[in-house]
């Protein structure tokens, strides 16, 4: 968890090879129902273009389907879910379908001004989905997808009015899934500065304490 841009998705992603489980975002799996023009791509469309969090008897069904497939059988890394106190009740009602259980839930913290200089940087490649960053991963020719040559773009929700919104909204929504988790025992706080070897050795080691 942790507010947009704070590097969640990188960090997981980091994870899979540590843990030997799927990294799972929700933001990744509604993108792909946009651009798949699915019914659930139609609806969600207006949420994520303008910041906001999808509704979540959109978002159940969709949690229940990816957790129960085989890859997810032993473990799974959930990037962007829960959100909100009801998402955190949804999420007890999936897992205990699942007869699975979480080990910790990762909180990771940056300052609102790093967060928007990460987030009004970042392009991405709508061809291979490739990530850069203007300031710390630019591509070797401008505009241009190292990987694949697609031109890269900025997402509609990676400008600063939108990000502005995000954070107000994290803050109002997800800020109290935090303290839910922290309640039970289960909150992780990880410094989200530095560089990404840092973070994912400060995150490692945390793994480590709770599973000793």
């Given at each position: 968890m942790g507010p947009p841009g704070v590097g969640k998705g990188t960090q997981a992603v980091r994870l899979v090879g540590t843990l030997g489980a799927p990294h799972i975002s929700t933001g990744d799996i509604l993108r792909e129902a946009v651009k798949g023009g699915t019914d659930l791509g139609g609806k969600v469309r207006s949420f994520l273009e303008a910041g906001k969090l999808v509704p979540d008897d959109l978002m159940g069904g969709l949690i229940l389907d990816r957790l129960a497939q085989n890859d997810a059988g032993s473990g799974f890394i959930l990037d962007g879910f829960p959100r909100t106190l009801e998402q955190v009740h949804l999420l007890d009602r999936v897992l205990e379908n699942l007869g699975a259980g979480l080990d910790g839930a990762f909180i990771l913290a940056a300052p609102e001004g790093e967060i928007v200089r990460r987030l009004t940087g970042r392009r991405v490649c709508p061809g291979c989905n490739a990530v850069f960053h203007l300031d710390s991963k630019?591509?070797?020719?401008?505009?241009?997808?190292?990987?694949?040559?697609?031109?890269?773009?900025?997402?509609?929700?990676?400008?600063?009015?939108?990000?502005?919104?995000?954070?107000?909204?994290y803050e109002e929504q997800t800020r109290p899934v935090a303290e839910a988790y922290r309640e039970r025992g289960q909150l992780v706080e990880v410094d989200g500065l530095g560089d990404p070897d840092e973070i994912t050795a400060r995150l490692e080691d945390s793994l480590k304490e709770i599973r000793a």
């Open positions: 630019a591509p070797e020719a401008p505009g241009v997808c190292d990987d694949c040559g697609s031109a890269l773009v900025q997402r509609p929700d990676d400008t600063e009015a939108v990000i502005r919104d995000r954070l107000a909204v």
